[in-house]
């Protein structure tokens, strides 16, 4: 039976930072989205927010309509005992029972008055409604009209992007696999841990990419060497030196340019 083929520390090295480039390719992709998925959600909430608003806006008018029906029945109705109380006046056969039924008349007078009050202020109340009502309507046009025009951004650059970031993905899983789950759990840590999401990077002028902390020669010389996996001291990230870095990106390139 062949040996499995031992794989060198320089291969898993190479392997890691093709990974962080897959990986980085993904994150400038989902930059370029930016906030547009959760300004497209958010823009979607408020016009949800809206139309609920005028359901209940516009709910509220048929309940103030239904009470202003209600006063005028009501009116109607007082009329109607006014004008029979006023005949019973007629027949009366006492003055107790005079002044009794001009007590029923006045009261019903009083009815009529209040319920004129009321079917005023209702009416002032359909104004201000109907007026909030124009506003919200406002609002929600261009409200409607921002969501479009966002949803369609987001659409266009979906249509870019998206065969190129689910084949990227699907090539990090591919990858992942074929590097100890050791080192791949030390380097999702490590991406998950800084906010450029950089887990593995090159020499630069003695320094880690994107640290001002110099290297001593030494450790640089080791690093060179590809003998073993070394993290900076610093920010924990796995360093590889700058020749080989070049080398996978021209490689990575070319793999980019065919997705």
């Known amino acids: 039976m062949a040996k ?6 320089e291969e898993r090295l190479r392997a890691l930072y093709d990974l962080q480039l897959i990986d980085s390719r993904i994150d400038e992709i989902r930059n370029v989205r930016g906030e547009l998925p959760l300004e497209v959600r958010d823009l979607e909430d408020e016009v949800a927010g809206l139309n609920i608003r005028l359901e209940k806006l516009v709910a ?3 309940v103030i309509d239904n009470d202003i029906n209600s006063k005028k029945n009501l009116i109607e109705e007082s009329k109607a005992l006014i004008k029979k109380y006023s005949e019973q006046q007629k027949n009366v056969r006492n003055n107790r ?3 009794s039924l001009t007590k029923e008349v006045e009261f019903q007078e009083l009815e009529i008055e209040l319920a004129e009050k009321h079917i005023k202020e209702f009416k002032v109340q359909i ?5 909030v009502i124009g506003e919200t309507k406002d609002r929600l046009k261009e409200r409607e009209t921002h969501l479009k025009h966002k949803k369609g951004e987001l659409d266009d650059i979906l249509a870019e992007t998206e065969k190129e970031e689910q084949a990227l993905i699907d090539k990090s899983e591919t990858y992942k696999t074929q590097i100890e789950a050791r080192l791949v759990a030390a380097y999702d840590r490590i991406r998950g841990s800084v906010k450029n999401g950089l887990a593995v990077v090159p020499i630069e ?5 994107g640290s001002f902390f110099t290297i001593p020669p030494q450790v640089q010389v080791e ?7 070394i993290t900076d001291e610093h920010s924990g990230r796995i360093l590889v030196d700058a020749a080989l870095a070049e080398e996978q990106k021209a490689k990575m390139e070319k793999m980019f340019s065919k997705l």
């Open 223 to 229: 690093i060179a060497s590809r003998k073993k996996v």
């Open 4 to 9: 499995k083929k031992e794989v060198t520390v």
């Open 127 to 131: 104004e201000q409604k109907k007026e």
């Open 97 to 99: 029972e005079y002044n």
């Open 205 to 209: 002028r003695g320094a880690s990419g």
């Open 60 to 62: 509220s008018l048929e």
